[in-house]
């Protein structure tokens, strides 16, 4: 059982393994891998970007096929998010409220907050670990139009796993990449979230 757990939470280390041992199935593996990753709130630990990366790569080997590797995933990461909204809009503010783990107050600013910011922050927050398996849940709760919520996670999904995954298949190969993998996707996630930096610097710049 302890394998089983280090195996699934440690996937990015195995994939290789998993890839040879079950072929075709392991797009199923990676989708349910990538849904949980965003979908259940509290499974924030599960490989992300490493294991979005780490799969172009095996693709760009003949592994993987990458076009099918990126529609299933994106599928994933777009439903995931979206069962993490349900959640936390059907379920999250009766258990939260009724146990006291959450203010009302913080509810009434988080819908303010998704009513004024909710486009960018879903979007944006595909790229932080742990945020994003957040982001989707305090959404629900916040009651965030679920059509909006829709379209700016299915643009959300599509580009934190077109992004990963085509970086993996064009520049996972290259021998000073692997020997600097976790720099590397360090790299990749500023890039990322540069447009975050230029907010911040314009909202800065407004209230001098």
Known sequence: MVDIIDLVIHLDKYLGVLIATFGPWSYLVLFL??????????????PGDSL???????????????????????????LGDSVNYAFGKFVGEKVFLKKGLLKKEYLDKAKEFYEKHGGKAIILARFIPIIRSIAPFVAGVG?????????????????????????????????????????????????????????VIKYKLKRC
């Open 52 to 78: 979005l990366f780490l799969a172009g790569t095996f693709a760009s080997s003949g592994a993987l096929n990458v076009l099918e590797l990126f529609v299933i995933l994106s599928f994933a990461a777009i």
């Open 143 to 199: 009651k965030m139009d679920y059509p909006r919520f829709l379209g700016f996670n299915a643009i959300g999904g599509i580009l934190w796993v077109g992004i990963f995954v085509f970086s993996g298949y064009f520049f996972g190969s290259i021998p000073i990449i692997q020997e600097n993998l976790t720099l590397f996707l360090f790299l990749v996630i500023v890039v990322s979230l540069s447009p975050v930096f230029f907010e």
């Open 33 to 46: 891998v990538i849904f949980c990753e965003t979908g259940l709130v509290f499974l924030p630990f599960l």
